[in-house]
């Protein structure tokens, strides 16, 4: 079975600064691994995966993350937060059989980008 | 239409109503899902339907019965509920299993309960 970690549950930054959100899994078997966001009052968007191939992805509004199997670790980046990035942030893992049905979600980092 | 639709997004319903809430993909996916999102709580998934079969049930109250009569559609019944069912119920879909390409769940927008 796999886990999700989020280690940090609020990430206040200022506007034009950078963040990085941590995200740590565990797993016995090869992962794919996504990042969604979700703004309030909406439902979950896809900002990135990774499946195979390179270890750096490259999202939408300008997020990367990093796949680094030694460290089980998939840490979601941006280099200048807009204030309209603030939102809720679920890293999240799947095995590759049957993957919807063995989605699990780690528990989400609130980034809220300030003035 | 796009994507995963639900209805209605937000829901008042005392103990003793029965309601329903529905859900709708247009990505012609084969997998449709129910999570439930409360406050300071992680995502839990409730039911699962691959094919329109339901493959997962993680040990959700009977008070909550789904409903998949098609590959684009999905119900979830309500009756009886308590207030700390109040939360935000969320419906995905995914092109699941072998023939899937990108292994990654599509989102509704949620449908916002609140139990008096």
């Known amino acids: 079975a796999q886990s999700v970690t989020q280690l940090d549950s609020q990430v206040p930054v200022f506007e034009e600064a950078p963040v990085e959100l941590r995200c740590n899994y565990s797993?016995?078997?090869?992962?794919?691994l996504f990042w969604y966001v979700q703004y309030p009052n909406q439902g979950l968007q896809l900002l990135l995966k990774?499946?195979?191939?390179?270890?750096l992805v490259k999202g939408i509004n300008g997020f990367e993350a990093e796949f680094n199997k030694s460290q089980t670790s998939f840490h979601l980046r941006k280099p200048s937060v807009h204030i309209s990035d603030t939102a809720e942030y679920f890293c999240a893992v799947s095995d590759h059989e049957n993957y919807g049905q063995n989605f699990v979600f780690g528990p989400g980092t609130r980034l809220s980008v300030l003035p | 239409e796009t994507g995963v639709t639900q209805t209605p997004r937000h829901l008042v319903m005392g103990m003793t109503n029965k309601k329903s809430l529905k859900c709708e993909q247009h990505?012609?996916?084969?997998?449709m899902y129910w999570y439930k999102q409360s406050a300071k709580k992680p995502l839990e998934l409730m039911f699962v339907y691959s094919l329109e079969e339901r493959v997962e049930n993680n040990s959700v109250p009977s008070r909550f019965s789904p409903e998949c009569p098609n590959s684009s559609h999905l119900f979830l019944h309500l009756h009886t509920l308590q207030p700390e069912d109040s939360a935000l119920y969320l419906c995905?879909?995914?092109?699941?299993?072998?023939?899937?390409?990108?292994?990654?769940?599509?989102f509704g927008e949620g449908s916002r309960l609140t139990v008096l």
């Open positions: 990774y499946l195979s191939g390179s270890t």
């Open positions: 797993s016995s078997v090869s992962v794919y």
């Open positions: 995905a879909s995914s092109q699941d299993g072998l023939a899937g390409d990108t292994g990654e769940l599509f």
């Open positions: 990505l012609g996916h084969n997998a």
